[in-house]
């Protein structure tokens, strides 16, 4: 067992229990925060991948802006500090085997592709490198330029339609009289 | 490289940890008097009536949704800066395109008067 | 001398491995020994620090700052301090208990850790990764996530109010500082703060990138929320906002990291502004660029409180309207600008400045038109309106 197996399970552990905790919490504030703790826990896995450049883009994105977002949105809602009801239905046992059996499934695939994975790719590449070659084929011609700027497109078509759904004073779906 | 980031973690539990001692001697120091006026929640020394709850403005939301989508584009950008030594001309034009774009979508929300803080 | 830095780290490994320990595990452990002295130096500078800022202010405003403890009133934060920790920690009703002792205690960690990626001397630098400019950004949200919990958790309508318009107004202005940080980003080709500091070996970016500079500090200042930005915790306002509830070292711990966090601001914006260690003689003798280091931040330093004190406090309309109004638009024109520039400028050294500088004064010289036109196209809007109360004028001053 060396240092990273431990603390890869640790991690694990702590991302898995986080993500339960996210969807069985009573209140919808504290399901927030469990999530930027599973959220945090993938940012020390991708550590743990050698990819820096992901954890701290996993961080920046999820972490800052996304789990601030739901939060806020969580707040717009009535049912915040209260408790809410039980969070599990009369069919959980039901919906309990049939993850199992999709979780079975996918360590059988998982499980067959690690033993032909190609291991040289990500061990070749020195971090800086590596960055360096995702910068370039961002904008190569022969890449990924294309998606690129359809991304740039993407986002603002997100922001345009977030603006038309959520704006207040003129008419929006959401006018409210607070501070 | 892994001790790299070993030393970010080390300054973030340190971080964590320093202020809880700062915290803990106080706990331990400060005189301990509970009472009911003590626990009271503070409202410029008036009672608070009704439950603690603020509806928020949905101005807060397009803040926050406004400044994901920077993030996101300043995440694209970054290894295209990180890159910039070793772009040609049009490749760097080309993530100029992709900024102006975004600048397109702040332009639509400053004439819809999302931007306004109301 | 040449050496300094990795003189006194093998000298230590070599002790702790004739002790008899594996070298992985001495390794690790000298990194942690350093973080844990990296983490209290940074922690414990705020001692010296709300020292300087109370007499500095105070001069600013004709009188004398704290004098009665100690020498110069140097015991004073100290006596702060102990008073502090001697105050009864008080709980409200309902409050949720572990997130409000947790608010606090993510405000500081988020600072500290920016410590961590800092290159304080050539060879002196905590965590050498290449995304530390990135790690920086993500690392300073952190912080807001802590605002964001100590609101909520008070159970108290006004703490929650001040945490999230807090919160806003740090999401707002969290914009052009990452646009803003593209630039050095380009300039430089590399995201690691240890190659940023190298790349500016003959040329400060202050000099190439002066506009982007200024809008980092702009923006940093609105960040850490104090100088003219400071709305959402003036006692005059809200009533200290979002840490109201909190008393004694919980409150100590959020003022202690709201100054430590305005010092690191100036910290980044030596290093990636003014060259960091860089200086006469610095690669010869690390100490040399330590020296310089701790002096351009503190230059920097003097100029965040210089504002605080001379600037009156803006509203928050105003500070919004500043922010995606002006700042961000002038943001990205810097941005494309100093990409395009420094691909068309061919040739290094004096060229390129001269490039760089006149671009920034072109983008200068129209933004003040822009201003120009933009305010006189307000004060005509206005005009018709400042007319109507006097009805006995000429004809055409009522037909505006």
């Known amino acids: 067992m060396t240092v990273e197996q431990v603390l890869f399970l640790i991690t694990g552990a702590v991302t898995l229990i986080a993500a339960v905790m996210v969807v069985t919490s009573p209140r919808l504030v504290h399901a927030g925060l469990w999530l930027i703790m599973a959220l945090a826990g993938m940012a020390v896995l991708f550590v743990l991948l050698e990819n820096g450049f992901l954890a701290v883009v996993q961080v920046a994105i999820y972490i800052d802006a996304i789990a601030i977002l ?34 079975a499934g996918l360590m059988a695939i998982a499980l067959q592709l690690g033993a032909t994975a ?35 497109v993407l986002l603002v078509a997100a922001l345009i339609g977030a603006i038309v759904v959520a704006m207040v004073p003129r008419g929006g779906a959401s006018a409210q009289d607070g501070r | ?55 928020l403005k949905g101005q807060y939301y397009i803040f926050a949704l406004i400044f994901l989508i920077f993030d996101i584009e300043a995440v694209f950008l970054f290894p295209w800066a990180a890159a910039y030594d070793k772009l040609a001309l049009y490749m760097v034009l080309e993530g100029v395109l992709f900024i102006l774009i975004l600048a397109g979508g702040l332009l639509y929300a400053w004439r819809k008067g999302a931007l306004e803080w109301v | 001398m040449v050496d300094l830095f990795s003189g006194i780290d093998q000298f230590l490994k070599d002790l702790l491995i004739g002790l008899g320990l594996q070298p992985a595990f001495v390794a690790v452990l000298l990194k942690f020994a350093a973080a844990a002295v990296l983490g209290t130096i940074s922690v414990s500078l705020a001692i010296v620090l709300i020292w ?14 704290p004098n009665r403890v100690g020498p110069f009133g140097l015991l004073q934060t100290i006596a702060d301090a102990l008073k502090l920790l001697t105050k009864e920690v008080l709980i409200p009703d309902g409050a949720d208990r572990i997130v409000f002792r947790l608010a606090p205690l993510l405000v500081v960690a988020s600072v500290v850790a920016v410590w961590a990626v800092m290159p304080l001397a050539p060879g002196l630098i905590g965590s050498d990764v290449n995304v530390g400019l990135l790690y920086v950004i993500s690392i300073g949200a952190v912080g807001t996530l802590g605002v964001m919990l100590a609101g ?42 240890a190659a940023i500091v190298e790349a500016q070996g003959q040329f400060p ?6 506009l982007a500079a200024l809008i980092f500090l702009i923006s940093s200042i609105a960040e850490v929320g104090r100088g003219p930005f400071d709305l959402l915790e003036a006692e005059s306002e809200i009533v200290a906002g979002y840490h109201i509830e909190y008393s004694g070292m919980t409150f100590g711990m959020f003022f202690v990291g709201e100054f430590v966090h305005a010092f690191t601001i100036s910290a980044l914006t030596a290093v990636i502004f003014l060259g960091g260690w860089q200086g006469p003689g610095a690669q010869a003798y690390p100490l040399l660029g330590l020296l310089y280091f701790v002096l351009k931040t503190s230059v920097v330093y003097f100029i965040v409180i ?14 919004n309207a500043f922010n995606w109004k002006f700042i961000t638009p002038l943001a990205l024109v810097v941005l494309m600008v100093t990409a395009v520039v420094d691909k068309l400028a061919v040739g290094g050294g004096f060229t390129r400045l001269a490039f760089h500088l006149s671009a920034n004064g072109i983008i200068v010289l129209l933004t003040l038109v822009a201003l120009r036109v933009y305010a006189r196209a307000t004060r005509q809007a206005q005009q018709p309106a400042e007319e109507i109360p006097s009805p006995v004028q000429q004809p055409e001053a009522a037909g505006g």
Do not use: H
Request: glycine share 6%; net charge positive.
């Open chain 1, 118 to 152: 190609p291991a040289s790719l990500a061990a070749v590449l020195e971090p800086e490198a590596g960055l360096e070659l995702l910068g370039r084929s961002l904008v190569d011609v022969d890449a990924f330029i294309l998606p690129f700027e359809v991304a740039s």
């Open chain 3, 306 to 319: 210089w504002v605080r004190g001379t600037f009156p406090r803006i509203r928050i309309d105003q500070m």
């Open chain 2, 1 to 55: 490289m892994a001790l790299q980031w070993a030393f970010i973690g080390f300054m973030f539990l340190i971080g964590l940890a320093l202020p809880s001692a700062a915290i803990i001697a106080n706990q331990i120091i400060a005189p301990r008097k509970p009472s009911k006026t003590k626990s009271e929640i503070y409202e410029c020394g008036m009672e608070t009536v009704g439950e603690t709850w603020v509806q």
């Open chain 3, 152 to 193: 909520m958790s008070s159970n108290n309508k006004y703490a929650l109010l001040g945490a999230f318009r807090t919160v806003a107004q740090m999401v707002s202005y969290a914009v052009p500082m990452i646009l803003s940080l593209l630039v050095p980003t380009l300039l430089a080709g590399s995201m690691g703060m």
């Open chain 3, 52 to 65: 300087v800022e109370r007499k500095l202010v105070a001069r600013i405003q004709d009188r004398l700052g």
């Open chain 1, 70 to 103: 739901i939060i806020i949105t969580v707040m717009l809602t009535r049912a915040v500090m209260r408790e809410t009801e039980p969070q599990m239905n009369r069919l959980w046992v039901l919906a309990g085997l049939g993850a199992s059996m999709l979780f």
């Open chain 3, 205 to 210: 970016f202050l000099l190439l990138a002066p």
